[in-house]
């Protein structure tokens, strides 16, 4: 079993930074899938990044590339998502996610089995 466990969450104006965190623990391996996804008011769950914890590629959505960048830390077992410019369509609660790693991305929530309880992201203009 993995436990995923967000924080990081808040209210920002928009053009300002968050910086959201997922800790990771239990049957986690170097063979992991982790992803950031998020579920807007009304919308379904949507793709937003995804890292492998082993060499740390990284696999964005179009909306959020050049502004989200997530990142990882092997011996916290952490994932980071730090977000940017960030926009009104941001506002969201983001989860993070994880999965074995199958050869290729991954960006349907469905296929992901790991999830943590989310964490709220209100971008006010």
């Known amino acids: 079993q993995v436990q995923l466990v967000e924080s990081g969450g808040g209210s920002v104006q928009a053009g300002g930074s968050l910086r959201l965190s997922c800790a990771a623990s239990?049957?986690?391996?170097?063979?992991?899938?982790m992803g950031w996804f998020r579920q807007g008011p009304g919308k379904e769950r949507e793709f937003v990044a995804a890292?492998?914890?082993?060499?740390?590629?990284?696999y964005y959505a179009d909306s959020v590339k050049g502004r989200f960048i997530i990142s990882r830390d092997n011996a916290k077992n952490t994932v980071y998502l730090q977000m940017n410019s960030l926009k009104p369509e941001d506002t969201a609660v983001y989860y993070c996610?994880?999965?074995?790693?199958?050869?290729?991305?991954?960006?349907?929530?469905?296929?992901?089995?790991?999830w943590g309880q989310g964490t709220q992201v209100t971008v006010s203009s």
């Open positions: 890292i492998k914890w082993s060499g740390g590629s990284t």
């Open positions: 996610a994880a999965r074995l790693y199958s050869g290729r991305w991954v960006i349907v929530a469905d296929e992901f089995p790991h």
């Open positions: 239990g049957r986690t391996s170097s063979d992991y899938t």
